[in-house]
């Protein structure tokens, strides 16, 4: 049976209070899975790569967390109930969907792309708390329980959720039809992350020569909003990264550019390290 993650960690010796985690890397689709749905229109949803991308950052002292499982199967950057009702075959209590359920984009997706409906009938509800229990809560203990005795060794915790997106977004996209920014970060208007920190992401992009955006239109999702706490040394932040930069998106694979961009990144969470070792100094 396929792991729902796989954590990365530094040697004892060298570790810092820093956590990358990237909810969306994986591209498993457990037995259960059942749609009419075509496989590239599902890896459309695919954070193709970033766990790779990101990997230099265990070197340097961080942990680095990604999913196995996709999130066209269910979403780990959503809330547990955030449920369309029209996605289960009964009545729940449990469902209180949010603007991304709205969009098709919930808990559990209603569309993998515009007009292409993830599934023929609604799950049971049995279906989806397996789904919940056996891929989504462990994959959120293992990021709380990592978060968690990092903050309590050190006496703060700096947390990296990293995220991929298309280079222009399409109907189910509140940017639809825009080209992107290389980088767009996202603390929630400043919430979830003090702005020193997020500072830093921003400035080492714009001298490696990336167009860097901030909060628009990515505030950063359930993940980054979940686990802040700014007033208890607790500081969570988005990156989304434009895939032109490093892949061929029509055909999922690494581009010519990858390499170099991997370094780039490599250069961007060595003064995250950097910042976040001046910290608990």
Request: proline residues 6%; negative net charge; aromatic residues 12%.
């Amino acid at each position: 049976m396929t792991s729902p993650f796989t954590l990365l960690t530094p040697t004892s010796d060298s570790r810092i209070p820093l956590v990358f985690d990237s909810p969306h890397s994986g591209n498993h689709f457990p037995s259960d899975f059942v749609s009419p749905v075509e496989k590239t229109q599902l890896m459309t949803g695919w954070d193709a790569f970033i766990e790779d991308l990101w990997s230099n950052v265990v070197s340097q002292g961080g942990y680095l967390l990604h999913a196995h499982f996709s999130r066209m199967y269910i979403d780990p950057n959503r809330a547990p109930d955030d449920i369309d009702p029209s996605v289960v075959a009964t009545p729940w209590a449990k469902c209180k969907p949010t603007k991304y359920s709205q969009r098709g984009m919930g808990l559990i997706r209603q569309f993998a792309l515009p007009g292409v409906a993830m599934y023929p009938q609604p799950l049971s509800i049995a279906q989806v708390q397996s789904r919940l229990n056996n891929w989504y809560f462990p994959y959120h203990d293992q990021l709380n329980n990592t978060l968690n005795e990092l903050h309590d060794s050190f006496g703060g915790v700096w947390h990296v959720d990293c995220h991929s997106m298309k280079s222009v977004g399409n109907q189910m996209n509140i940017d639809a039809g825009a080209p992107r920014p290389d980088i767009i970060l996202g603390d929630n208007d400043g919430s979830t992350a003090s702005d020193e920190f997020v500072s830093v992401v921003h400035d080492t992009f714009v001298s490696l020569g990336y167009s860097v955006v901030r909060n628009e239109p990515y505030k950063g999702g359930f993940v980054v909003n979940n686990y802040a706490d700014v007033a208890s040394n607790r500081h969570s932040m988005q990156i989304e990264i434009n895939r032109s930069l490093y892949m061929n998106e029509a055909a999922f694979e690494r581009s010519d550019n990858f390499d170099k961009f991997k370094a780039d990144l490599a250069t961007v969470s060595q003064a995250i390290a950097n910042y976040v070792a001046s910290k608990v100094a």
